[in-house]
């Protein structure tokens, strides 16, 4: 049970490229979530999913698309880089069970630095 | 609004001294409320929760929070402090549909 893992683990971009993050979970959980981390500002959340085949916004939707074409897995998009979006990215998934409904479990993060 | 408000962005305590990190609230209705650490360079792990009943809470690692609702605070407590320990801590408020709401941090320093 490896819980919920991102590949790549780090990353360089220059401006104006794209890229996408993996975000893999294996607890069957129904939930996906993707937050990005400044500085001084905790986890702010980008996009979300509530299961297979649905996303929707987050505080921080801005230049990310998602998709959730299976259960397990959560792909974190960016079409166009922005020195902006340099951030270490975390994706978590939480079960929709009565009582743990709202316990997110985190990956280990993503190191994205645009130039 | 919902918020959530960390009042210390840094704190330093000597090993074997008690803690206290706080966190006020900002919630319409009954808050589900977390305390989450993160290791440098490391993910989340989640220390304890409060959803509902006894309003002081036990977690991992000796942590313990009280949750006064008359206050809109959530702080979070431990008797003796272990280097191990140093970290950042994050309060963190559940807004509904399992969005969660951040706050600043605290980053805890350990001295021996």
């Known amino acids: 049970n490896a819980g919920v893992t991102q590949t790549p683990k780090f990353r360089v971009l220059k401006t104006g490229q794209s890229m996408t993050l993996l975000c893999a979970q294996d607890?069957?959980?129904?939930?996906m979530y993707w937050y990005r981390q400044d500085p001084g500002m905790g986890l702010r959340l980008i996009h979300y999913?509530?299961?297979?085949?649905?996303?929707a916004k987050g505080e921080v939707p801005d230049g990310y698309n998602v998709s959730r074409l299976k259960k397990q897995n959560f792909l974190l998009g960016l079409e166009s880089a922005a020195p902006s979006q340099t951030s270490v990215y975390f994706c978590?998934?939480?079960?929709?069970?009565?009582?743990?409904?709202?316990?997110?479990?985190f990956g280990p993060g993503t190191r994205l630095l645009v130039l | 609004a919902q918020s959530v408000t960390q009042p210390d962005i840094h704190i330093t305590v000597s090993e074997g001294a008690s803690l206290e990190l706080r966190c006020n609230y900002s919630?319409?209705?009954?808050?589900?409320l977390f305390w989450y650490v993160q290791s440098p360079g490391q993910g989340l792990q989640l220390l304890l929760k409060?959803?509902?009943?006894?309003?002081l809470v036990q977690g991992i690692k000796g942590f313990e929070a009280e949750f006064k609702r008359s206050q809109s605070s959530f702080n979070l407590r431990k008797p003796s402090v272990h280097w191990s320990d140093a970290a950042e801590y994050f309060c963190?408020?559940?807004?509904?549909?399992?969005?969660?709401?951040f706050g600043a941090g605290t980053r805890l320093a350990v001295h021996p």
């Open positions: 999913s509530v299961g297979e085949g649905t996303t």
């Open positions: 919630y319409g209705a009954t808050p589900y």
């Open positions: 963190v408020l559940s807004g509904g549909y399992n969005k969660l709401i």
């Open positions: 409060y959803f509902s009943g006894d309003t």
């Open positions: 978590a998934s939480s079960p929709w069970t009565s009582g743990d409904q709202e316990t997110q479990y």
């Open positions: 607890m069957n959980h129904e939930y």
